[in-house]
Structure formats: structure tokens, C-alpha cells
């Protein structure tokens, strides 16, 4: 099997050098276990999966005498299984304490972050694990999260570019699970058999789910609102549910790892901005399958390539950050008058708008809305970017670049 060298290895490193233990969550099928059994720091760990219900089972009827038998360092896989042995790794953690004890792995974070949260707090480091980042396709060795400032674009070298237009598409149709990516699966069988797993193991075990099928509907309706400002009315009306229902939906989808909202930005701001966030689907290949768009040349070509294609850049930036273990810092700008900034990233006291375009050749009216950022008090403006398919670095105006998507 073709193993893709993650960047957030180094992460993993730094947390487990670090803490007793070491928590990595994300949307399944994302290489959590192969993250953890292939890294460095975990190689003398034995391996339990409580996928295994004789596991679950062992637990279920002794916790404390189950950990005895399992000393660190131990990997715990899909650890949300077994909520009742948390308490037991506290005990443990706080009788003998040293770095790189437990490495738990979980992909449900609907109840086990609470347990995490009131069991190992101060105890334990958290990595969200993304898909394969377009770095890691490409071999490049940058950790380092994206900003698009003049230093970090001058450092920026590019070790492999993307060789046309439509190797782009195809990874943005395809997707970036593992085993699509390393060409182990094909696209329609991996999403057709994901979603079925996602449904029947993760979402059945929901009080808020009722309706399975209806469930799947919203899951279709949401992908294919990708990139756009969340309508709880709208999403409520087009499936039949209540918008309570919807929100809470909704905010599984989040806390699996399949959707990301991307907040407004709104400090210091003199006009009135939308409070409404904007939803993306983590994976453009599960939004893609969803929504119909079988062949990258459609895809391509068709009525949403431009949100499909902002959909890609925003959460491959979203990894950038993720997998250098940070919370990412991006928002966006809409304010009443309909004037909207695809993405603001804050760095170190400073705001960096960006545009993204899916022509080669952006134009200065493509960044006519970051004048409105002079209105935003007690915040430095730093350059911009327009981030495109374009094929070298360019400059557009004094302060803002035209950055080519392999670049970020």
C-alpha cells in the first residue's frame, strides 16, 4: 500500500513530547491509526481497537483491571467507545506521569470531547487530523501555516507544482480521503460505502436522528449549499424538518469533521456585517459525490465550479493550520451593503484579505472590496491575495499578490 508522509507527524511529535497523552479526532477515513502507528514516537506502543467488541466488552466489565492489563505506552483506537475507561486514564496519568503515555484516536466527537474535557483536562494535547493537504500530495516539505505575507510568499519554494489545470480538477473531484488519493479505491465505491458507514455507526447512535433517510437528504442539501451562508430556514424547508432539527444536524456534521463554518469577522467594525457563518465541506470529493458531479471535466466546467473551487482553497488552508496543531485564525467579510471578502486570515496582530478566483488572470476589480478594510479600527492591514490557478507569483497592486494554489 502507497503511504503518504503526513505533515502533522511533527505535531503528533511535539504534543506527545509534551503531554501523557495525545488525543487525534477527525472525519473518519482520515489516517488517524496510520498517522499514530506509523509515527516515531508510538512505536513501542501495543495497539488495541475498540472497533472490536470483545474490547468494548473487557472494558465494560472492569475498567480499572482492563488498564492494568494495558500498560503504556498504549495506542486506544476509537477510544469514544469506551467513555468509561477515561476516568481510569486520569488515575493513571496522575500516579505516574510522563510524556507519551496514550495515544487515543476517535472519530465520533459528539459526546467524548465532554469526557475528555472533564476526565484530562491539563493532561492530554488534541490534534484534528484533515484529509491529505494538497502539500502532502505534492512532497512539500512547508509546515508552516499559510499567510499571504511578502515573507512568507519569498520563502515559499515549491518543491512539485501541479502540472495542469486538470490534475487541479481531478483532485478536487476525487477528493482527499487516503485511500482515494493513494488510488487504492475508486471515488464512487469509497463515498457510496463512507456514507452508508457514517450513517448506520456514528449517526444511528443519536437521539437526534430519527429519520435516517431524511438525514441523508439534509447531508445532499448541505453539500450542495457548500461555500454559502448557512439558511437554517432554507435547509428546514427544502427536507421537511424543523429548523431546530436543522441546526442540529447541522452541528453533527461539524463535530464529525465533514463541515466546517467559517465565522464573520466583526471586531472593530464600523458598518454592519452578516452574523451568519458560511459552511464548507471539509472534503470537495464527498460534496462532489453528493451533489452529482461525477467527472472532473463537469465539475470543471459546470455552474458550480467557482464554490467548488473556493471550497478547495479555504480548507486546504484550514489544514495548513490543523495540521501545524493551531486553531485556524480565518474568517470572512460581508457587511449590509453586499461588499464580501472571501477570507481574512489574522496573524500576529494582523489582518490578510484574500480573494480566490477560479480564472488564471485575476483583475484589480477582483479586489475592489479590500478598501472597506480601511474602516476597521485598531487592526494592521497586511497584504493581499488573490489565489488562483495561475502559474507564478504575480503582483496585482503594491500590497497584493497573485498566488498560485500550489503555493498555499
Same mark, same amino acid.
Given at each position: 500500500?502507497?503511504?503518504?508522509?503526513?505533515?502533522?507527524?511533527?505535531?503528533?511529535?511535539?504534543? /506527545?513530547?509534551?503531554?501523557?497523552?495525545?488525543?487525534?479526532?477527525?472525519?473518519?477515513?482520515?489516517?488517524?491509526?496510520?498517522?499514530?502507528?506509523n509515527?516515531?514516537? %508510538?512505536?513501542?506502543?501495543?495497539?488495541?481497537?475498540?472497533?472490536?467488541?470483545?474490547?468494548?466488552?473487557?472494558? %465494560?466489565?472492569?475498567?480499572?483491571?482492563?488498564?492494568e492489563?494495558?500498560?503504556?505506552?498504549?495506542?486506544?483506537?476509537? *477510544?469514544?467507545?469506551? @467513555?468509561?475507561?477515561?476516568?481510569?486514564?486520569?488515575?493513571?496519568?496522575?500516579?505516574?506521569?510522563? @510524556?507519551?503515555?496514550?495515544? +487515543?484516536?476517535?472519530?465520533?466527537?459528539?459526546?467524548m470531547?465532554?469526557?475528555?474535557?472533564?476526565?484530562l483536562?491539563?493532561? *492530554?494535547?488534541?490534534?484534528? +487530523?484533515?484529509?491529505?493537504?494538497?502539500?502532502?500530495?505534492? /512532497?512539500?516539505?512547508?509546515?508552516?501555516?499559510?499567510?499571504?505575507s511578502?515573507?512568507f510568499?519569498?520563502?515559499?519554494?515549491?518543491?512539485?507544482?501541479?502540472?495542469?489545470?486538470?490534475?487541479?480538477?481531478?483532485?478536487?473531484?476525487?477528493?482527499?480521503?487516503?485511500?482515494?488519493?493513494?488510488?487504492?479505491?475508486?471515488p464512487?465505491?469509497?463515498?457510496?460505502?463512507y456514507?452508508?458507514?457514517?450513517?448506520?455507526?456514528?449517526?444511528?447512535?443519536?437521539?437526534?436522528?430519527?429519520?435516517?433517510?431524511?438525514?441523508?437528504?439534509?447531508?445532499? &442539501?448541505? &453539500?450542495?449549499?457548500?461555500?454559502? +451562508? $448557512?439558511?437554517?430556514?432554507?435547509?428546514?424547508?427544502? #427536507?421537511?424538518?424543523?429548523?431546530?432539527?436543522?441546526?442540529?444536524?447541522?452541528? #453533527?456534521?461539524?463535530?464529525?469533521?465533514?463541515?466546517?463554518? +467559517?465565522?464573520?469577522?466583526?471586531?472593530?467594525?464600523?458598518?454592519?456585517? $452578516?452574523?451568519?457563518?458560511?459552511?464548507?465541506?471539509?472534503?470537495?470529493?464527498? &460534496? &462532489?459525490?453528493?451533489?452529482?458531479?461525477?467527472?472532473?471535466?463537469?465539475?470543471?466546467?459546470?455552474?458550480?465550479?467557482?464554490?467548488y473551487?473556493?471550497?478547495?482553497?479555504?480548507?486546504?488552508?484550514?489544514?495548513?493550520?490543523?495540521?501545524?496543531?493551531? #486553531?485556524?485564525?480565518?474568517?470572512?467579510?460581508?457587511?449590509?451593503?453586499?461588499?464580501?471578502?472571501?477570507?481574512?486570515?489574522?496573524?500576529?496582530?494582523?489582518?490578510?484579505? $484574500?480573494?480566490?478566483?477560479k480564472?488564471?488572470?485575476? /483583475?484589480?476589480?477582483?479586489?475592489?472590496?479590500?478598501?472597506?478594510?480601511?474602516?476597521?479600527?485598531?487592526?494592521?492591514?497586511?497584504?493581499?491575495?488573490?489565489?488562483?490557478?495561475?502559474?507564478?507569483?504575480?503582483?496585482?497592486?503594491?500590497?497584493?499578490?497573485?498566488?498560485?494554489?500550489?503555493?498555499?
Open positions: 500500500m502507497h503511504f503518504i508522509p503526513r505533515q502533522a507527524e511533527q505535531t503528533l511529535k511535539r504534543l /506527545a513530547n509534551s503531554f501523557p497523552a495525545v488525543l487525534v479526532v477527525g472525519a473518519r477515513q482520515t489516517g488517524k491509526t496510520t498517522l499514530i502507528r509515527s516515531a514516537v %508510538a512505536l513501542s506502543a501495543n495497539y488495541v481497537t475498540f472497533d472490536d467488541i470483545n474490547e468494548i466488552q473487557s472494558v %465494560a466489565a472492569d475498567a480499572k483491571t482492563y488498564l492489563f494495558h500498560r503504556s505506552p498504549v495506542i486506544f483506537d476509537e *477510544i469514544q467507545h469506551v @467513555p468509561n475507561l477515561f476516568p481510569y486514564l486520569k488515575m493513571e496519568i496522575d500516579e505516574n506521569r510522563h @510524556p507519551g503515555m496514550f495515544f +487515543l484516536t476517535g472519530s465520533q466527537r459528539f459526546s470531547m465532554k469526557h475528555v474535557t472533564e476526565s483536562a491539563g493532561r *492530554i494535547g488534541i490534534l484534528q +487530523l484533515p484529509g491529505i493537504s494538497l502539500r502532502e500530495r505534492l /512532497a512539500d516539505t512547508c509546515t508552516e501555516p499559510f499567510v499571504p511578502k515573507q510568499l519569498v520563502r515559499r519554494t515549491v518543491p512539485a507544482r501541479i502540472d495542469s489545470i486538470g490534475t487541479l480538477w481531478t483532485m478536487i473531484q476525487k477528493g482527499s480521503y487516503p485511500e482515494i488519493v493513494t488510488g487504492n479505491v475508486l464512487e465505491d469509497f463515498y457510496g460505502s456514507l452508508q458507514t457514517y450513517i448506520e455507526r456514528d449517526v444511528r447512535q443519536l437521539t437526534q436522528v430519527a429519520d435516517e433517510l431524511q438525514f441523508s437528504n439534509f447531508v445532499v &442539501a448541505v &453539500a450542495a449549499r457548500t461555500g454559502h +451562508l $448557512v439558511n437554517y430556514a432554507d435547509l428546514a424547508r427544502d #427536507i421537511g424538518i424543523s429548523e431546530v432539527t436543522a441546526k442540529k444536524w447541522l452541528s #453533527i456534521l461539524v463535530t464529525s469533521g465533514l463541515v466546517y463554518l +467559517l465565522q464573520p469577522y466583526s471586531a472593530n467594525v464600523e458598518k454592519r456585517v $452578516v452574523k451568519t457563518p458560511k459552511l464548507y465541506f471539509m472534503d470537495t470529493g464527498l &460534496a &462532489a459525490f453528493l451533489t452529482k458531479w461525477r467527472t472532473s471535466e463537469v465539475l470543471m466546467t459546470g455552474a458550480m465550479a467557482g464554490t473551487f473556493e471550497t478547495f482553497v479555504v480548507t486546504e488552508i484550514i489544514k495548513s493550520y490543523l495540521n501545524a496543531g493551531q #486553531i485556524p485564525p480565518v474568517y470572512f467579510y460581508r457587511d449590509k451593503d453586499k461588499i464580501e471578502i472571501d477570507l481574512l486570515i489574522e496573524s500576529e496582530g494582523t489582518l490578510y484579505p $484574500v480573494e480566490i478566483k480564472t488564471v488572470s485575476p /483583475a484589480k476589480k477582483d479586489i475592489a472590496a479590500f478598501s472597506i478594510l480601511s474602516r476597521i479600527r485598531n487592526v494592521n492591514i497586511g497584504t493581499g491575495a488573490v489565489i488562483c490557478p495561475c502559474t507564478k507569483l504575480g503582483i496585482l497592486s503594491s500590497d497584493v499578490y497573485t498566488v498560485p494554489v500550489d503555493y498555499i
